[in-house]
């Protein structure tokens, strides 16, 4: 399959060879060279491979046209297993999985789905997969699944057969935690942002829209609130113990006591031991804010991130603040933000959601993001400047850089 | 008996809109299903043993909201599955 060029950023497209539909259970036709884009969209997946220098682009997809792929995937342990979450329109939410990256599927035996209640009150099914987590480093096969509503599941083969991590799914104070469940957000209310410590297994952490971040210490046995130092925007306590909106939370991989969220009303970074959240967005320009969905974190350097703000003023549009797309980023840990949109169109209207930003690992790292109105951005000079690698693709829900020669 | 099958759901049956299963109710027919067909029961059932919002099951023609309903091997069986929304 002969490369083509990536599209210039700017208000013209170039136009995008046209995407060859694909059976779910015929094989993708791209090779495994470098790194790849793997873009979870309301309509299927589609994969973005680059070349050794980054610099062409080739799209290939949709894999499971129709279907609605929250997140892909794939296993850094061995760089071959692929996981989906999916849904498709009104059926059922499922995981698919293929071990040859994309060659075959295979559907999950037994997918994330709750117990049988107890209780009418916690009675509740999963109405989508929506978040995908690979295990610690030394526990091959062990996968996490964040679901809507607020469900946690384990795997322990590879994505295979799911089960409920009862230390959540069963807590006592779930019901609590999750809110009425008439007032659920119109996209669902997931658990999202699965964390697990790379220097210990049992040490996880996740989010949730309802309630906040959650801390585990014995795999996930027992959650703990870990909230302290958010601000509420509304209610009559500015400080709740819980009933915050993290919308995605990352830590450093090199310094795991570090962690930051883009939440819904701020940026925050925590260092674990002082267990305090420290609102770093209040230093963004006041006129842009700290409203959004999306963090990235530079692989190598804990102090740069960054983060795509959106308009968080009256009704709450959540596209560009004043039609004008900008990333922000820091490389002092939040204390300052540089704004950086060299090859971004003048204006446009769109969204950038939780899990459509994602970074490379290459010597120069690369940034990349997804859009609601199916564009693909990137940068190779860590957001200096930026083009578009893909358009006209369906709403972009999530993108994962997959690297395939480390 | 024979089963429609709806166009989203034949990439579990090869293709087939019209398979053979067996049952003494509605719910017993999903089973079989699933055990010749793995995955496709919960595409339509949830795990609290209900049809999923747009998914529809006909009886000789009536739907059926009750898995429980007692079905015969002469029964015409329907599966179909509504669409919303773009």
Known sequence: ?406 | MQVGIPSVLQSYTSGASVVEANGNTVAALLMDLDARYPGIRFRMVNEADTLRPHVRVFVNRESISDLECAVSPDDEVMILQALSGG
Not at chain 1, 62 to 84: C, E, K, Q, S, Y
Not at chain 1, 197 to 219: L, W
């Open chain 1, 1 to 406: 399959m002969s490369e083509q060029p990536v599209s210039q950023g700017g208000r013209a497209f170039e136009p995008m060879p046209e995407p060859a539909a694909i059976d779910v259970n015929r094989r993708t036709t791209f090779s495994l060279g470098g790194l790849a884009l793997l873009v979870g969209t309301k309509k299927g997946v589609f994969f973005l491979t680059a070349n050794a220098s980054r610099k062409r682009f080739q799209l290939s997809g949709p894999a499971f046209l129709g279907h609605i792929v929250h997140h892909a995937v794939l296993d850094p342990r061995d760089r071959r297993t692929l996981l989906l979450a999916i849904r498709t329109g009104h059926l059922g939410p499922t995981v698919f999985r293929s071990t040859d990256f994309g060659g075959t599927w295979q559907e999950a035996a037994k997918p994330p789905a709750f117990s049988k209640p107890k209780d009418a009150r916690r009675s509740t099914v999963v109405e989508q997969v929506f978040w995908l987590t690979p295990g610690h480093a030394a526990e091959a096969g062990v996968w996490y699944a964040g679901t809507s509503p607020e469900g946690l599941f384990r795997s322990e083969d590879g994505g295979d057969t799911w089960q409920g991590v009862a230390g959540w799914n069963d807590h006592p104070n779930w019901i609590v935690w999750t809110g009425d469940m008439t007032q659920r957000n119109p996209d669902g209310s997931p658990v999202h942002s699965i964390l697990v410590d790379p220097r210990d297994a049992r040490h996880m952490y996740f989010a949730t829209g309802s309630a906040g971040v959650f801390e585990s210490i014995d795999q996930g046995a027992h959650w703990n609130l870990l909230n302290t130092g958010m601000r509420s925007p509304a209610g009559p306590d500015p400080f709740p113990e819980y009933g915050y909106d993290p919308h995605c939370m990352t830590l450093h991989p090199l310094a795991p006591d570090l962690l930051y969220q883009q939440n819904h009303c701020g940026i925050y970074r925590m260092y674990r031991p002082e267990a305090r959240w420290i609102r770093i967005g209040d230093n963004m320009p006041r006129d842009v804010g700290d409203i959004g969905f999306a963090i990235a974190l530079h692989p190598r350097d804990p102090k740069t991130a960054w983060v795509f703000p959106m308009d968080g003023t009256d009704v709450w549009p959540r596209t560009c603040p004043a039609g004008r797309p900008a990333i922000y980023r820091t490389r002092d840990g939040g204390d300052s933000w540089m704004r950086l949109d060299r090859g971004f169109p003048e204006h446009a209207w769109y969204t950038v959601l939780r899990q459509s930003m994602a970074v490379d690992e290459s010597a120069t790292i690369g940034v990349y993001f997804g859009t609601t109105n199916g564009e693909i951005w990137g940068s190779i000079d860590e957001g200096d400047t930026w083009r578009c690698l893909a358009a006209h693709l369906p709403h972009v829900y999530s993108i994962e850089v997959a690297h395939f020669n480390r």
